[in-house]
Each structure stands twice: as structure tokens, then as C-alpha cells.
Nanobody
Framework: QVQLVESGGGLVQAGGSLRLSCAAS????????MGWFRQAPGKEREFVAF????????YYADSVKGRFTISRDNVKNTVYLQMNSLEPEDTAVYYC????????????????????WGQGTQVTVSS
């Protein structure tokens, strides 16, 4: 089992920044690839970003590319999502997820390829 706890969400004005954290406990964090997803009101949950266990492979949704940065610290068992130039469309509950599978650049965007999920943290961007 891996337990994931997100933090760092909040209310920010458009153009501002937030950094989300996801702390992992349980099994060896460095064995897992990590992803961030988000779910806006009335919408399905969608992929945001992915980082491999080593940190060497990164993928982003087109909607956040150039604005968001995913990173991880395998000593602190934490994955981060730095969000800059936030837009009202970024308003959502953000979830981190852990995957023990080898997945493709397409596969990392699918919820079913992740084994563990956090409870989510709310991000609200005002215009």
C-alpha cells in the first residue's frame, strides 16, 4: 500500500502561482512513477503531468505545458507540481497518483494505469 496526501492548494488570482505537494508513505516511493490529475466541477478527471521514478521522464498535458512543472524528491518521498501563470480554467481538485507499471507516453495519461490515489487538494483561480 502507498498512502498519498496532497497539500498546497488554495485560492489565487489569475496570473499567480501555487506549488502543490504530495507526500507518500508506505512502500518505497522511488519504485513508483507519479502523476498529477485534476477534476473541475462538472467535468471528468483529466491528466496534468507525469514523472518517472527516476525523474528523467516527464510528460505534460498540452493545456499546462510551459506553465506547470512536475518534480520529485525521492529522499523526502514527495512529488511537487509548481503551477505558474494560473488561469481560471485551472480551477479544479488536484490529485496525485502512483503507478508501479511501465507505461507509454499515452498510457501515463490514463487513470486506470495508476494504483494509488490521494484525496485531492482544491485549487481555485479567480479572474
Amino acid at each position: 500500500q502507498v498512502q498519498l496526501v496532497e497539500s498546497g492548494g488554495g485560492l489565487v488570482q489569475a496570473g499567480g502561482s501555487l506549488r502543490l505537494s504530495c507526500a507518500a508513505s508506505g512502500r518505497t516511493f522511488s519504485n513508483y512513477h507519479m502523476g498529477w490529475f485534476r477534476q473541475a466541477p462538472g467535468k471528468e478527471r483529466e491528466f496534468v503531468a507525469f514523472i518517472s521514478w527516476s525523474g528523467n521522464t516527464l510528460y505534460y498535458a498540452d493545456s499546462v505545458k510551459g506553465r506547470f512543472t512536475i518534480s520529485r524528491d525521492n529522499v523526502k518521498n514527495t512529488v511537487y507540481l509548481q503551477m505558474n501563470s494560473l488561469e481560471p480554467e485551472d480551477t479544479a481538485v488536484y490529485y496525485c497518483a502512483a503507478s508501479s507499471r511501465g507505461v507509454s507516453s499515452a498510457g501515463v495519461r490514463l487513470e486506470r494505469n495508476y494504483d494509488y490515489w490521494g484525496q485531492g487538494t482544491q485549487v481555485t483561480v479567480s479572474s
